[in-house]
């Protein structure tokens, strides 16, 4: 399929609702085991308090099973987004690369075309990321005291187990 042709939304809902029905196979179990609970205790088998705990338990095991649907249903959207173009192709930006101890985000951007990343880098430049030597340093000193942390407990524990 060629990048600037776009998916119908027809084929989007079919892709959706095809993998919403593999994704939600799980949630048979639980349901099929709470309808099982409502329709096999008789009313009159058992007392009220017996119901309302079989009551109860289908209910649990109902909404476990409508969870894994809603969970399915929630997972599947991104079936629902156009196929991407040459346009929307044209810029794209990495998730954030930044290390723990950084105070901003961090991204790789790419982009096609020369000129837009020349003024994109103009107008950004005091943006672009530069490697902090005291978050370094700082970073380093976390390593080093993980490390010495992690030595002492494996010495406690051998002294302990001996």
């Known amino acids: 399929r060629d990048a600037g042709e776009r998916q119908s939304a027809r ?3 079919r892709a959706r609702l ?3 029905l593999i ?10 085991f709470a309808i099982f609970l409502l329709t096999s205790v008789a009313p009159d088998a058992g007392s009220g308090q017996a119901l309302g705990f079989v009551n109860v338990m289908a209910l649990v095991f109902g909404g476990a099973g409508a969870a894994v649907i ?4 929630w997972d599947t959207r991104r079936y629902m987004v156009p196929r991407q173009t040459s346009v929307t192709l044209a810029f794209d930006f990495s998730p954030d690369i930044s290390n723990l101890l950084d105070r901003s985000q961090r991204r790789i951007y790419a982009m096609r075309d020369p000129a837009f990343a020349e003024a994109f880098t103009a107008l950004n430049r005091d943006r672009v990321w530069q490697p ?3 978050a370094q340093r700082a970073e380093l000193r976390v ?5 010495v942390f992690l030595a002492i407990a494996a010495l406690a524990a051998a002294l302990l187990n001996r």
């Open 18 to 20: 095809l993998s919403l």
């Open 23 to 32: 994704q939600s196979l799980p949630a048979l179990f639980p349901i099929g």
């Open 143 to 147: 390593w080093i005291v993980c490390g």
């Open 70 to 73: 809603a969970y399915a249903w």
């Open 132 to 134: 902090d030597p005291a």
């Open 11 to 13: 084929s989007r809902w």
